[in-house]
């Protein structure tokens, strides 16, 4: 199965540091997509993590373990502009992309 | 210049209407995808076209078919509308399976 999970929502404070969890199941992906999406508007990308570790750009970076099922979203020194919609996604070897339900985040002052 | 552009934005119509939405990209990709997206926020593949040709074909209403004149353009055609098919369908493009670049969304309501 190619489910994956994610938390619904969270709330981190301006400045602060906030981790997005994703879980999936093991079989199928070759690698894993971060987007953000903005209420009414379109998503856009952020990382492709296709091998163990951590890929850091700028204040965002992802980290995978393939073995383990899991990847996460770091956001550092959170900006208000930084409230949206994360989203995780599997990509099965270009045969598919199954997105996770995204996490929505609140920046608060 | 918009990379990927689709129209109309808005789309209000009927139940039992066929309706069309067009789908272009500038970035010279030769993957072009369509998604939709529900109102719990479901960002769920339906069709990908790789050089014309179909390379996933998800297990959506053969009431919906993707047509691509060229490796720019994907449109999406809609046969027979029904109350379920409101949502916010996203066109996507991308070179083979790297980043996918996503089209502003067509808002279609099916009254």
């Known amino acids: 199965g190619q489910n994956i999970d994610q938390p619904t929502e969270m709330t981190a404070t301006e400045g602060a540091i906030v981790q997005i969890n994703c879980t999936y199941q093991?079989?199928?992906?070759?690698?894993l997509f971060w987007y953000q999406q903005h209420a009414g508007e379109a998503p856009t990308f952020l990382s492709y993590?296709?091998?163990?570790g951590l890929e850091e750009k700028g204040r965002f970076s992802s980290f995978l373990s393939r073995s383990k099922g899991y990847s996460y979203l770091l956001l550092k020194e959170l900006q208000m502009k930084d409230s949206a919609s994360y989203l995780c996604?599997?990509?099965?070897?270009?045969?598919?992309?199954?997105f996770g339900p995204g996490t929505r985040l609140s920046v608060l002052p | 210049d918009t990379a990927v552009s689709q129209t109309p934005k808005y789309l209000v119509t009927q139940m039992g209407n066929d309706k069309s939405i067009k789908c272009e990209q500038n970035?010279?990709?030769?993957?072009m995808y369509w998604y939709k997206q529900d109102s719990k926020k479901f960002l769920k593949i339906m069709f990908s076209?790789?050089?014309?040709?179909?390379?996933i074909n998800e297990t959506v209403p053969n009431r919906f078919s993707p047509k691509s004149p060229d490796k720019a353009h994907l449109n999406l055609h809609i046969n027979s509308l029904e109350l379920g098919d409101s949502a916010v369908y996203f066109c996507?493009?991308?070179?083979?399976?790297?980043?996918?670049?996503f089209g502003p969304g067509t808002r279609l309501t099916v009254l």
């Open positions: 996507a493009s991308s070179q083979e399976y790297d980043e996918q670049f």
């Open positions: 093991t079989s199928g992906f070759n690698g």
């Open positions: 993590n296709v091998l163990d």
């Open positions: 996604a599997g990509d099965n070897y270009g045969q598919n992309f199954v």
């Open positions: 970035l010279g990709h030769d993957t």
């Open positions: 076209y790789n050089n014309k040709e179909l390379i």
